[in-house]
Nanobody
Framework: QVKLVESGGGSVQPGGSLRLSCVAS????????MRWYRQPPGQERQWVAS??????????NVTPTVGGRFRISRDNPKSTLYLEMNNLRPEDTAVYSC?????WGKGTLVTVSG
C-alpha cells in the first residue's frame, strides 16, 4: 500500500525558510520519480518541483515561478523526499503535497505572513 506523509509546514515570516519532508512507503522509492505540488488558497494545484529516480541520475527541475528559492532532494535509504524553501514570500502560502504517479499525500500547510 503506497503511503506518502508530508511534514515540516508551519507559519513563517517573509524571508524565512522551511524544509518539507515526505516519507514514502509501499513502493520502491529509489526507483521512483517524485514531485512536489502546492495548492494556494482558492487556486488550483500547481506543480513545484520534480526529481528523477536514482537510476536516472536524480535530475531535478523546479518551477521558474519560485526563482531558484526552492530545492528538491531525496534520501533514498530513508525513503524521504525533501523540499527546501528559502526567502519565502506571502504568495508561497499553500498546502504542499508530494506525489508519486497517481498517489498523493494529505499535504502540509505553509503560511507566510508578517
Amino acid at each position: 500500500q503506497v503511503k506518502l506523509v508530508e511534514s515540516g509546514g508551519g507559519s513563517v515570516q517573509p524571508g524565512g525558510s522551511l524544509r518539507l519532508s515526505c516519507v514514502a512507503s509501499g513502493f520502491d522509492f529509489r526507483s521512483a520519480g517524485m514531485r512536489w505540488y502546492r495548492q494556494p488558497p482558492g487556486q488550483e494545484r500547481q506543480w513545484v518541483a520534480s526529481i528523477t529516480d536514482a537510476d536516472d541520475g536524480e535530475f531535478t527541475n523546479v518551477t521558474p515561478t519560485v526563482g531558484g528559492r526552492f530545492r528538491i532532494s531525496r534520501d533514498n535509504p530513508k525513503s524521504t523526499l525533501y523540499l527546501e524553501m528559502n526567502n519565502l514570500r506571502p504568495e508561497d502560502t499553500a498546502v504542499y503535497s508530494c506525489n508519486f504517479q497517481s498517489y498523493w499525500g494529505k499535504g502540509t500547510l505553509v503560511t507566510v505572513s508578517g
